[in-house]
Antibody, heavy 116, light 113 residues
Framework: EVQLVESGGGLVQPGGSLRLSCVASGFPINNYWMTWVRQSPGEGLEWLANINPDGSEKYYVDSVRGRFTISRDNAKNSLFLQMSSLRTEDTALYYC?????????WGQGALVTVSS | DIVLTQSPDSLAVSLGDRATIKCKSSQAVLNSFNTLNDLAWYQQKPGHPPKLLIYWASTRESGVPDRFSGSGSGTDFTLTISSLQAEDVAIYYCHQYFTPPHSFGQGTKLEIK
């Protein structure tokens, strides 16, 4: 079964850091672009970043550029999102997704709460 | 950055009737390499991640019922549900993957009238 499972979410204070992981099963991620998308409580979807199959190309939305870093470990079939200088407005459910043009496989999400 | 604007924000349709959701892009998303539009539609139900319905503006994802269809080109796109079923109650998002940042529309909430 093709599946993505996120982990690493939790409660963090403003200014803190957190690293999200996304482990894939049922397919090798080294064939795909991968992406992170978040959804604040009761809000819509926000595309955050994506990364090409070998990790040499990365793109970010302005709101996280310089604070978040997307990376991957194809040997471990895993995608990561390192988040630093977190703000209260970063509170959201963070999804990883497999990209084949559009995002056609999604994880269930990891909840990140930024609060003092 | 490309901005996607969906209309309406919410929609109530009777069971069996047609539902139409529009998505307007601030710039064209036509991919010159394959002459296809880099525009997708997703369905999201409460407590679940988005589910891909349509990609390349009009190609239905495997397993998606044929009552769902996508159309449009350039900057104007439409998602149509030909005969609304109860299980179609959800929020629908358009998404452009033409150029980063790959933005989403604000969403359209579809309910039963």
């Amino acid at each position: 079964e093709v599946q993505l499972v996120e982990s690493g979410g939790g409660l963090v204070q403003p200014g803190g850091s957190l690293r999200l992981s996304c482990v894939a099963s049922g397919f090798p991620i080294n064939n795909y672009w991968m992406t992170w998308v978040r959804q604040s409580p009761g809000e819509g979807l926000e595309w955050l970043a994506n990364i090409n199959p070998d990790g040499s190309e990365k793109y970010y939305v302005d709101s996280v550029r310089g604070r978040f870093t997307i990376s991957r470990d194809n040997a471990k079939n895993s995608l990561f999102l390192q988040m630093s200088s977190l703000r209260t407005e970063d509170t959201a459910l963070y999804y990883c997704a497999r990209v084949n043009g559009a995002a056609n496989v999604w994880g269930q999400g990891a909840l990140v709460t930024v609060s003092s | 950055d490309i901005v996607l604007t969906q209309s309406p924000d919410s929609l109530a349709v009777s069971l069996g009737d047609r539902a139409t959701i529009k998505c307007k892009s601030s710039q064209a998303v036509l991919n010159s390499f394959n002459t296809l539009n880099d525009l997708a539609w997703y369905q999201q139900k409460p407590g679940h991640p988005p589910k891909l319905l349509i990609y390349w503006a009009s190609t239905r994802e495997s397993g998606v019922p044929d009552r769902f269809s996508g159309s449009g080109s350039g900057t104007d796109f439409t998602l149509t549900i030909s005969s609304l079923q109860a299980e179609d109650v959800a929020i629908y998002y358009c998404h452009q993957y033409f150029t980063p940042p790959h933005s989403f529309g604000q969403g359209t909430k579809l309910e039963i009238k």
